[in-house]
Each structure stands twice: as C-alpha cells, then as structure tokens.
C-alpha cells in the first residue's frame, strides 16, 4: 500500500510587514523520515515549522500535514502533532508531573495518570517528578519538553532547534530516541544548527533567506554542490594567506592543526593545490568533501546570485 | 567613584527612545494627569446641586407653590414633578429621585390660621455626602425673601411664616459614612484584583513563551478564557464574603436585603469584571501593558461611580461616562440591597447594564484573542 506523505507543501509562504521569511516552498517528508531543517537563523526554519502546526497562517501556496489542510483543517492537525519550541515553553511554576498531567489535559490523553507516570519512567523524569521545571537545568528542561510533547502520541513531530544548549551525552540519546519513533512510525522534522545531527537525519532541507536551496541526503547534497576538499596537515593562519591566493580555491576552513581547502574545479585544485603546500613544506590530500564544505559553498553561490 | 557624562546622556537617549517606542506608556504619562485634572477640576463637586426631587402635593394651593418653588430656586433641588404618595416611595427605593417633598393636607389653610403645619422632606441619605449641603440649604429657606414675599400670611413684624419641615433621612438615618464606603469598597475591591489578575493571567503566558505551548495544542480560544476565568470567580467570592463579614461585625453596617440575591448580584459583576480582565489581556502585549490598561480603567471607575464622590454632584456627562462603568451599577446594587433591602425588580435596570457590559467585553475579547502568532 502507498501511503501519502506526511507533509507535502507547494509554493508555501509567510511575509511578516512585506518581506517574505518563507519564500515559495515545495517540499514532499514521507512517513518515519527524519527530516533536517538547517539554515542560518533567521532562514525561516522557525517559521516553516509554525505553519505547518498551525500557530502560523500561511499567506501564500498550499499544503497538507498528515491528510488535513495546513489553512482549513488547523485543528485536526495539533490533536495529532507534537511541536516543541525552540524556548522551553513549558511551565516554571509547575512540577515535572503537573506540566506532563496538564499537557496530558490539553490534549484529552486517555487514562492520563498512567500515560504521565509512563513517560516519567520512560524518560528518566521519575526522580525529578516533583521537581519545578525551572529549577531543571538544560538537558532535563529538554527532555522534559520532549516527553510532553510526546504524551498523545504524535504522528508528527516537529522540533525546533530541540538541542541547542545541551550536552554531547544527552544529544546522542535524545537523537536515539528519534530514531526509535522513527522505527515506530512518527515523522519527525527537526531543525538543528549542528553538522553532525545533521548527518543524523534521513534526509535534508536547507534554507537561507526563506528560500529552499538545497535538499536531499547528505550524499545527494555533497553531490550536488559537486566540491572538492583538500586537507592541508600542519597548516596554519600564518599558511592561509597563500592558500586564498590559489587559484580554484573557495573556501577555507581551519580544524585544529588541518586546514581544510575547498573549491568547486578539481582539476583546476589538483594542479595548484599540492604544488602549494610542497612550497610552503606542507603536506596536501585530497579528502571527502564534508557536509559543512558543501554547505558553505551552496550559502555563498546563493548570496552571490543575480537579483532576482 | 567616578561619573561618565558620556554614558548618563547615552542612557537617557536610549531610555528617551525606548519610551517613544512605548506608545502605551507615552499616551499613559500624558493622560492620566489630564485625566486627573479634568475629574477633580470639573467632574468632582463635592457639593451636589439639582438633586432630583419630587413633590407630593396634597395640598396644590399658593403658599404649597411657593414653597416648592422656592427649593427649586435655591439651585440644590430640581423639582422633577409632581407623584403619588406611593410613587414616591417606589423612586426613592429605586434611588431615581434623591428628595420627596411631601406637602401636607391644608397646608395653606393651616398656615394662614397659623397652626404651623409640616412640610415632610424624605431624603435618600444612603451617601450622607449627596443630600448634606441641600439639607443646609433648605433650613435656611424659610427667611428667604423670595418665600417671605410669596407666603400668604406672612406676620406683620416679618418674620417667617410659621411652618415647620421635619427631615426624614432614609436607609442611612444615622448619616454613618461607613455605611456608604464599606458596600463601595466591595466593588472598589474587586474591580481591582480581577480586572489585574485575569489581566495579568494570559499576558504572563506571552511573555514567558508558554503561550506558544498553549497555541500549539487543540485547546480553543473559548477553553483558554473560561478555564482562567473560573477559578478567579472563588477568589472573588472569598474577597467578597471577608468584605461583608468586616462590615457586618466591624463597622455594624446593617444587612436589609437578601443575602442571596447580593451574592447573585456580586457573581454578575465578578463575571463582568474578569470578563474585562481577559479583554485586556488580549488586547495587551505583555504583563505591564495590562496593569496600566487595568489602572487606566480602574481610576475613572473610582471616581466617576459614585465611590469617591456623590454622583448626583457630577455634570451631566460624567454622570454619563459613570454610568457605562460596571461599578457605578454595582454601587447602587449593593447599597440598594444591604440599606434598602431592595429585591431584584425593583433593581433590574442596575442589572442588565451589568449583563450588556459582561457580552460586549466578552465579544471584544474573543475577537482579538490570537487564535495564532501571526
């Protein structure tokens, strides 16, 4: 059976006082994908992401989230999604336990009491049950957000920036549990600034000025950006100079002792590149272009296009 | 120690800037002083002239005329006409009228045979304020030449004909000011922590970035107000019983009227009150916003109802601005019950202005509450 997407969007815009914060979006997110929103900020992640649950009206284009109409059908659609907020949003006045029994009112989850002590077992929260969310700190906060979110069991998730401002350990587990809903079935859209979450995801989109530049895997985007990366060991800034001088070379970026060389001609690379290390004592080898490098390119081919 | 002239004018210019952005606050600098000047300056008289008056004329001769005539001279009794006896008492409950004049039987004939009949002068003296100078007045009124020359009898040494007025002061006998305050204070009282608290209720939620949580589930706009409409009604009817007990057992101030229609009556307006409260807050951005909506709101309520200030002594228009204020209703429900024992008939047209405040607020509020972030 084919199922249809979860999320299927044309020409989907917002204009806050005249500028346009999502421009003409297409996009298609199937059913259990992990889907990555990355983008600087103010590309129009956070506004994407409100349109689809609802808190935003879309002013220009059509879609549909889970079988209903993004416009007509807004309240069908929250009974069914799980939104976080890139601020915690839950109450600081309220313990663990009341935020999850009041988001589990909210939303009429059936026996509720045993559905909040569940989650609370679930997600480490028991110890903390009584504790007020404020005094929570970072990682908690978003483990709590995430198990309220969660509560009504969801088709769709949706999280905004869901682990800015947590520590690696509780990035990984928060990202296995992703991808053990995603086993289950849930649809997840998560927008993230980190490269690495990013590689995390079935699939990518990314946005800069409200436009969508660029989307796919990581691979059919490192792909498509079609750069070439050469690592330069021992290089230093001292050794950058010589190296924005080379011809073919568009990027530079430094990791720890390597410098990272990077440009769209891999012939053009290839000649200099190497012949410019060799002078300076270096050491030159071609690598595989990472996700960032791609990234960085598509950023700037995009600043640098002709006014449209 | 040391003082950077630099840094002082830099704050002040951005503190300046800051305050010309906050137009709210800008037009509350401005307006509450005008406010204040205009209410105390114009609104607020103190001593109350052309009070309503009605006369019961049982005797329609000349020297009755003069006598009514000469109230209304005075400038503190505006003669509204003549009634029934039982009429009369029906507009002085109803508090339409502030003074009945009743004129007895023969009163000419008496006067003339020099029997000294009595002139019975029934006041409303509920806010011992309203009715305290035009009493004054009228006991000074039997010298007056205006009397002296239109009084059919007047002795031959010129001095006053010989009658007496006899003043009955109604529902406040005692002229105890607490008697007047103390109903007042209930409104007063509740006016302010409603209107603030549910006020306050939602635009903490904006501020704090939960209000998005709240958005984002299926709760409608409807749930949201009445869900934090409700447990604010609790917290009023407490307010409202400590209130009454303080007035009951520290200030003596009698119960006439039925306990159970004033809590009917104080249900109304606590539901009006947090009805408005609600309003602001979706009207309001943020939680300072709605404690100045909320003041600007709660001071012409203080002064223009009747609290503060007789309301018989205000001109015509501010009575009128007084009278879309849900309090200066409450006031006259209140008192009207625990002085008068009036029932709920005769209080109707105090009532529904309550009713048409609570919808219309209520539409407002239901119309402007953000259903998205947009």
């Known amino acids: 059976m084919v199922t249809a997407p979860a999320i299927t969007v044309s020409g989907l815009s917002k204009h806050f006082s005249g500028k346009a914060a999502v421009n003409a979006i297409d996009l298609t997110i199937h059913h259990g994908e992990i889907y990555g929103f990355l983008g600087p900020n103010g590309s129009g992640k956070t506004t994407f992401i409100r349109m689809l649950c609802g808190l935003l009206t879309p002013d220009g284009g059509s879609g549909s989230c889970l079988g209903h109409d993004l416009v007509r059908e807004a309240r069908q659609i929250k009974r069914k999604v799980g939104y976080m907020t890139q601020r915690f949003s839950l109450w600081d006045d309220l313990t663990v336990r009341e935020n999850l029994d009041f988001v589990g009112r909210l939303y009429g989850v059936r026996q509720r009491r045993d559905a909040v002590t569940n989650t609370l077992r679930s997600y480490g929260l028991a110890d903390r049950a009584e504790h007020l969310a404020a005094t929570l700190s970072g990682g908690w906060k978003q483990r709590l957000a995430l198990a309220a979110c969660l509560l009504h069991r969801p088709q769709l998730l949706l999280l905004d920036e869901p682990t800015a401002g947590v520590d690696p350990t509780a990035r990984r587990e928060f990202w296995e549990e992703l991808h053990r809903l995603s086993t289950e079935g849930v649809t997840v859209l998560v927008s993230t600034h980190y490269m690495d979450e990013a590689e995390r995801c079935h699939r990518l989109a990314y946005l800069a000025d409200g436009h969508l530049i660029v989307h796919g895997s990581a691979d059919d985007i490192i792909q498509t950006a079609g750069v070439t990366t050469w690592v330069i060991q021992g290089a230093t800034a001292v050794h950058r100079a010589a190296f924005a001088q080379t011809p073919g070379v568009t990027e530079l970026a430094s990791f720890g002792n390597a410098l990272h060389v990077t440009g769209r001609d891999a012939g053009c690379l290839a000649t200099h590149v190497p012949s410019q290390a060799r002078a300076l004592g270096l050491d030159a080898r071609l690598a595989e272009p990472s996700l960032e490098d791609a990234f960085v390119y598509l950023m700037r081919r995009h600043a640098q296009r002709p006014p449209t | ?374």
């Not at chain 2, 409950?93 to 000419?108: C, E, K, S």
């Not at chain 2, 004909?161 to 007042?184: C, K, Q, T």
């Open chain 2, 1 to 374: 120690m040391s003082f950077s002239l630099h840094r002082f004018v830099g704050i002040a210019y951005k503190e300046l800037i800051q305050l010309q952005r906050d137009r709210l606050t800008l037009g509350m600098i401005i307006l509450i002083p005008l406010a204040e000047v205009f209410l105390f300056g114009y609104a607020i008289n103190s001593e109350p002239k052309h009070l309503p008056t009605v006369v019961v004329m049982s005797d329609p001769g000349p020297a009755a005329r003069a006598y009514v005539e000469a109230l209304r001279v005075s400038g503190y009794f505006d003669i509204k006409g003549t009634v029934d006896e039982r009429e009369a008492e029906a507009l002085l409950d109803r508090g339409d009228v502030q003074f009945v004049v009743t004129l007895p039987i023969n009163f000419h004939r008496d006067l003339v045979r020099g029997l000294r009949p009595t002139i019975i002068l029934e006041a409303d003296a509920t806010d011992p304020m309203t009715v305290g100078s035009a009493l004054a007045v009228q006991s000074g009124l039997r010298s007056s030449s205006s009397l002296l020359r239109d009084m059919p009898a007047s002795t031959p040494d010129g001095t006053p004909p010989p009658f007496d007025v006899r003043v009955l002061r109604h529902y406040n006998p005692e002229i105890i000011s607490a008697y007047n305050i103390v109903p007042g204070l209930l409104g007063v009282i509740l006016t302010m922590t409603m209107a603030l608290m549910t006020g306050l209720a939602m635009t903490r939620e904006r501020e704090r970035g939960t209000f998005e949580n709240l958005l984002s589930t299926p709760a409608t706009p409807f749930e949201v107000m009445t869900g934090k409409i409700v447990p604010y009604i609790g917290i009023g009817l407490v307010q409202v019983t400590l209130i009454l007990l303080a007035a009951r057992y520290a200030f003596e101030v009698p119960i006439v009227g039925s306990l159970l229609l004033l809590y009917g009556v104080v249900l109304l307006f606590i539901a009006t009150t947090l009805s408005l409260g609600m309003t602001i807050s979706s009207v309001a951005r943020n939680q300072l916003q709605a404690m100045q909506i909320t003041f600007f709101y709660f001071l012409p309520s203080i002064l223009l109802s009747g609290f503060v200030f007789p309301f018989r002594g205000m001109p015509e228009w501010a009575q009128d601005v007084g009278s879309l204020l849900p309090l200066t209703h409450f006031l006259v429900l209140v008192r009207g019950i625990l002085l008068k024992g009036a029932g709920p008939a005769l209080l109707w047209p105090h009532i529904w202005p309550l009713f048409a405040f609570m919808a219309v607020v209520l539409l407002i509020g239901l119309k402007t509450y953000r259903r998205t972030l947009d």
